[in-house]
C-alpha cells in the first residue's frame, strides 16, 4: 500500500491522541501500525478520535473490522507500552 500526504498526516495525529488517551505507543514504520491504530480508535470513547480513525480507513483503503482486537492497554503502574516488531515491550 502507498502512503501518501493524507494517510501520514491522519496516522501522525492518531498517533498522538492515542497516546495520550490510552498511552498507547505506535510506531508508523511498524508492518501493522494502520491496522492497530483503527482496532484502537474503535475502542476509544472520543468522538474525535474514532472519526480520525474512520477518516484513517477510508484514506488507506482499509476495511474496519470489529473483530480485529486491539492491543492490551497498560496499567498506570507498568507505565507505557512499546510495540516493536510485533512484541509488546514494557518500558
Do not use: F, W
Not at 50 to 78: K, M, V, W, Y
Amino acid at each position: 500500500m502507498e502512503l501518501n500526504k493524507a494517510v501520514l498526516d491522519c496516522m501522525q495525529s492518531l498517533r498522538r491522541k492515542l497516546r495520550a488517551e490510552q498511552n498507547l505507543v505506535i510506531r508508523l514504520s511498524q508492518p501493522d501500525a494502520i491496522a492497530t491504530m483503527i482496532a484502537a480508535c474503535q475502542q476509544s470513547s472520543d468522538p474525535e478520535t474514532r472519526a480520525l480513525g474512520q477518516r484513517l480507513a477510508e484514506h488507506s483503503h482499509h476495511e474496519e473490522r470489529p473483530t480485529i482486537t486491539p492491543p492490551a492497554r497498560s496499567s498506570p503502574d507498568h507505565g507505557p507500552v512499546l510495540i516493536y516488531r510485533g512484541q509488546r515491550i514494557h518500558t
